[in-house]
């Protein structure tokens, strides 16, 4: 076949599955005990003692190893997946790699949809897209058990090539059934540019669960810049010049460097995903069962009350000496605080993109941390409050495909630059969004003494705030409002403004680009409108606790409305807060700071 020139057409469902030996897996049956080593260190000693015990088992593991690292060589080495076989390698992109050069026709393969979506397929995708190959991709859940070996979360696509693709493809996400894919409102068309406007790091697909989601993050897209544009000549002020790093220890790895917790030495605790939430790092303590043999280290929450306590810590599962953390960090950071999010997450959870300020703490890899360059450092507290806003976390989410919020991910997130807080809020005539930001963002941040040093580099000297529920509903409510303002920037009677790269966008929306916007949601009020309703857990739980009422959005759109009311006449934007946030009488008492864990 090859000497005529290929196939006419090529179907499949090639596996999916990474060329990656898994030392667990082989020895789940072979020898359990070895698979449930409780670190991986432990688990290397008990293999190294198979040259006494059992000689034949251990040669049988080196013939597996080998057998897998020829395999990897090959993929990687022999030139014929210049596209597919990246990091890890997984055998489906092989397939179609090797699919698309040998049919120049038709290709329709079942794949896993981090084709289009992951960073391990995103060379190969952005190859077949940008030559015209894609006609369609369209992403399942397999709920319905279309797979019944395969997990009922996985996402797989149907992915169809073509010879010669329009200048668009054809894609769906979210579906459960074929059938599925006969309704319109699914359906939506990117084009190359639009890969290049959303992802341009990698021009991956962002899985839009509709046509809407898909127009109103072309539209974010077109007005802010991503937090990190790998491929960036542009001046250092108008890049937060991030750096991101996957924590400072790695939760296997490095267990060895876990301590007891003692008054002889200098201890931190190690921090992990479930200790934090939104403005909030004291958010719950991992808690040690006495009996449970699986999922120890539970998270159990802090209290109303514990967190009125400034001097309550949270209580760690590890602890690790400072000097370790310290020189693992120092040199890249100066700060005695760590910015940081949760990787394990998910697109239906209440909130998808979880960011936090840390106290200097020995930070797990499931939380990655992003450090902004030294010059904006003293602004890190507004780059924080966006990532924490709903319109970032609408994007988020649906560029998210799967349980990682991974930096390949995160980077590309579209968030204001630095120099739009150094602009004036339309809001309050004559201040900047810094100093409009800073004062919310400090009373929800700095709660505990262990944040100290963040906030005297926020310039504030004075005790903690006291944690009061109410006000810091107010407070986030604010915050979001104003972000939907300055993300979403309307004009003074409430339309659309065409972004314009001479006001801070990234490139001049065209009238047909607008028109297009304004068919879906005729003002931006419209847009904040539908994000909220995009977060359905936040809704559940609120209308269960408020007799029906989605207060979180009701409330948000009341200060917006205000904010904009503002803006048309000129007259500031009065705050719902007394005392206004950040006065000095919403503090603790200035006593002692004595540490409570």
Known sequence: MFAKGGFDCVLGNPPWDQLL?????????????????????????????????????????????????????????????????????????????????????????????GIATDESGRLLFGHLFASGRIRRLWDFENREGLFPEVDSRARFSAFTLTHSSPASADFCFGLHRPEDASDPKCHFRLTLDDLRTINPNTLTCPSFGSQLDAELVRAISRRLPILLLESSTSDSTETWGV??????????????????????????????????????????????????????????????????????????????????????????????????????????????????ILPLAGVGHKIPVFLPSERFRNIAFGLNANLASYVCDFVCRNKLNGTSLTPFTFKQLP??????????????????????????????????????????????????????????????????????????????????????????????????ELAELKR????PRDAVAYIMDTFPVVRRKDEEKYNGDYRTKRVILEIYDAMQESIRTGQPYQTRLDPPPADPRCCHPHKGQPAKR
Not at 52 to 61: E, K, N, R
Not at 292 to 302: F, I, T
Not at 342 to 347: A, G, Y
Not at 520 to 523: D, E, G
């Open 243 to 356: 750096l991101t790093k996957p924590g400072l220890l790695n939760m296997a790895t490095d267990s060895h460097l876990f301590v007891a917790h003692s008054g002889e030495e200098k201890l931190l605790p190690v921090y992990e995903g479930k200790m934090f939430s939104f403005f909030d790092h004291r958010f719950a303590d991992v808690v040690l069962s006495a009996t449970a043999l699986l999922r120890q280290g539970q998270s159990d929450e802090l209290s109303a009350s514990e967190h009125a306590d400034p001097s309550r810590m949270v209580k760690p599962r590890h602890w690790v000496r400072a000097d370790e953390i310290e020189k693992r960090i120092y040199g890249q950071w100066d700060r005695k605080w760590i910015p940081g999010w949760k990787e394990v997450t998910s697109p239906s959870n209440a909130r998808t993109l979880v960011p936090a």
């Open 520 to 523: 879906h949601f005729s003002t």
């Open 21 to 113: 030996f898994r030392e667990q897996e082989f020895f789940a049956k072979r020898a359990p005990a070895i698979a449930a080593a409780s670190t991986e260190a432990m688990r290397k000693r008990m293999i190294s003692a198979l040259s006494d015990a059992d000689p034949a088992l251990l040669s049988q593991y080196y013939n597996e190893l080998r057998k897998n690292g020829g395999e990897r060589h090959f993929a990687l080495t022999s030139g014929r997946y210049p596209n597919g076989a990246r990091g890890r390698v997984n055998t489906y992109l092989l397939f179609v790699e090797l699919s698309s050069q040998v049919s120049p026709s038709s290709v329709g393969l079942i794949v896993q949809s």
């Open 415 to 512: 968030v204001l630059p630095p120099s739009a807080y150094a602009t004036e809020a339309p809001w309050v005539v004559g201040v900047s969004p810094c100093d409009w930001v800073l004062p919310r963002a400090l009373e929800l941040t700095y709660t505990a003494w262990d944040l100290q040093p963040f906030a005297r580099d926020c310039g504030w000297s004075g005790p903690p705030f006291r944690w009061d529920e109410e006000r810091r509903f107010l407070l986030r409510c604010e915050l979001d409002a104003a972000f939907f303002h300055l993300c979403l920037p309307a004009t003074a009677d409430g339309q659309w403004r065409q972004a314009r790269m001479a006001g801070g966008a990234v490139r001049d929306e065209t009238t047909e």
